[in-house]
T-cell receptor
Framework: LAKTTQPISMDSYEGQEVNITCSHN???????ITWYQQFPSQGPRFIIQ???TKVTNEVASLFIPADRKSSTLSLPRVSLSDTAVYYC?????????????FGQGTELSVKP | EPEVTQTPSHQVTQMGQEVILRCVPI?????FYWYRQILGQKVEFLVS????????KSEIFDDQFSVERPDGSNFTLKIRSTKLEDSAMYFC????????????FGPGTRLTVL
């Protein structure tokens, strides 16, 4: 499993774009990059997943450079409700039987 | 929108007692999981379940733990003799396929062992 490294915490203000970068130098050819969001006292929630280049959905964008050794989750125009912990996970589609391996995540604090 | 539900939301028990945490996964899902999160720590995988049997379990999931899918809708986690260190949030998750990493998590059960 590829080890991931992401900042422990980030601060932002409402209306700003937030970019959270995750390093995964040992990513394998078959690995996908997945991001989850977790609000306090709630279960994690899937945000976005990608393999290479750029993926966009209604919540976020995921940028993956050609070497795939890092990825950046981009949250456009954050609001107070985006305050949460964001996890970067790397693993194959089968991901060792389907389990998710969470790291410590990035605690994003959005201020008014 | 379909969602995973869990009961109870909060369970308080005495050390040594048995507890059963209940989950109702999304109806057409086939893969089921339990995770736990000790306060202030990361989410940890406990066990995965598919086709009425355990697919994989972590080191945390020792003989004190068991899972069951007693009918077509419920998925339970039993801890036979709780310890203080079992105090945590327990999350159930499900997914329709083992071919992606999108799992749907329930709201969790907060277990407090006194």
């Amino acid at each position: 499993l590829a080890k991931t490294t992401q900042p422990i915490s980030m601060d932002s203000y409402e209306g700003q774009e937030v970019n959270i970068t995750c390093s995964h130098n040992n990513i394998a050819t078959n690995d996908y990059i997945t991001w989850y969001q977790q609000f306090p006292s709630q279960g994690p929630r899937f945000i976005i997943q990608g393999y290479k280049t750029k993926v966009t959905n209604e919540v976020a964008s995921l940028f993956i450079p050609a070497d795939r050794k890092s990825s950046t989750l981009s949250l456009p125009r954050v609001s107070l409700s985006d305050t949460a912990v964001y996890y970067c996970l790397v693993g194959g589609l089968y991901n060792q039987g389907g389990k998710l391996i969470f790291g410590q995540g990035t605690e994003l604090s959005v201020k008014p | 929108e379909p969602e995973v539900t869990q009961t109870p939301s909060h369970q308080v028990t005495q050390m040594g007692q048995e507890v059963i945490l209940r989950c109702v996964p999304i109806s057409n899902h086939l893969y089921f999981y339990w995770y736990r999160q000790i306060l202030g720590q990361k989410v940890e995988f406990l066990v995965s379940f598919y086709n009425n049997e355990i697919s994989e379990k972590s080191e945390i999931f020792d003989d004190q733990f068991s899972v069951e899918r007693p009918d077509g809708s419920n998925f339970t986690l039993k801890i036979r003799s709780t310890k203080l260190e079992d105090s945590a949030m327990y999350f159930c998750a499900s997914t329709s396929s083992g071919f992606n990493n999108e799992q749907f998590f329930g709201p969790g059960t907060r277990l407090t062992v006194l």
